[in-house]
T-cell receptor, first 116, second 115 residues
Framework: AQSVAQPEDQVNVAEGNPLTVKCTYS??????LFWYVQYPNRGLQFLLK??????LVKGSYGFEAEFNKSQTSFHLKKPSALVSDSALYFC??????????????FGKGTKLSVIP | DSGVTQTPKHLITATGQRVTLRCSPR?????VYWYQQSLDQGLQFLIQ???????AKGNILERFSAQQFPDLHSELNLSSLELGDSALYFC??????????????FGEGSRLTVL
């Protein structure tokens, strides 16, 4: 089975500083990796994905993620954090369900707090 | 707005009762997924339907069942409810099939509180 791990339950960063939210993966074959964000009392919103190609993937709201095959990591990054980035972030990996279907397996989530 | 609609947004009920959660996928999406989010278990995949047929099962209890109707909306039925079933239940949809890269589009969730 495919899996992802988010080693940090919480990350605190000062507004304006760069932020990193970590994710490592364990998959067989080539991974399809995703980042989602969940704001309080809201559903999950898709941020970005890695399928193949460039190791640096750009997504919504100024976020980007770096795929590192040797370290089996897919860390989420942003050059300058905003208070409005405070939310719960989930890393996910695509798993084959059979008959041409897929589902996503999510990490436990990392709570990002950006301090003014 | 993801285009996925879930009702009800909030539901409070008692132990032993049965509830039904409803989901309308994005227009054109054939796959519907149900996830449960709780504080201790995180985001758990429950079940997936594709064009009316069950495709995959995750950590879904036998007291829970789901179906997808010909108009592609889906319902998640939770019965003999226990306190531990209190959680946020998400529905997600995706187009699936050839060319799909797998991202899911989530609804706002249905918050179930069992008292």
């Amino acid at each position: 089975a495919q899996s992802v791990a988010q080693p940090e339950d919480q990350v605190n960063v000062a507004e304006g500083n760069p932020l990193t939210v970590k994710c490592t993966y364990s998959v067989s074959g080539n991974p399809y990796l995703f980042w989602y964000v969940q704001y309080p009392n809201r559903g999950l919103q898709f941020l970005l994905k890695y399928i193949t190609g460039d190791n640096l993937v750009k997504g919504s709201y100024g976020f980007e993620a770096e795929f590192n095959k040797s370290q089996t990591s897919f860390h989420l990054k942003k050059p300058s954090a905003l208070v409005s980035d405070s939310a719960l972030y989930f890393c996910a990996v695509r798993e084959y369900s059979g008959a041409g279907s897929y589902q996503l397996t999510f990490g436990k989530g990392t709570k990002l707090s950006v301090i003014p | 707005d993801s285009g996925v609609t879930q009702t009800p947004k909030h539901l409070i009920t008692a132990t032993g009762q049965r509830v039904t959660l409803r989901c309308s996928p994005r227009s054109g999406d054939l796959s519907v997924y149900w996830y449960q989010q709780s504080l201790d278990q995180g985001l758990q995949f429950l079940i997936q339907y594709y064009n009316g047929e069950e495709r995959a099962k995750g950590n879904i209890l036998e007291r829970f069942s789901a179906q997808q109707f010909p108009d592609l909306h889906s319902e998640l039925n939770l019965s003999s409810l226990e306190l531990g079933d209190s959680a946020l239940y998400f529905c997600a949809s995706s187009p699936t099939g050839a060319g799909s890269t797998g991202e899911l589009f989530f609804g706002e969730g249905s918050r179930l509180t069992v008292l």
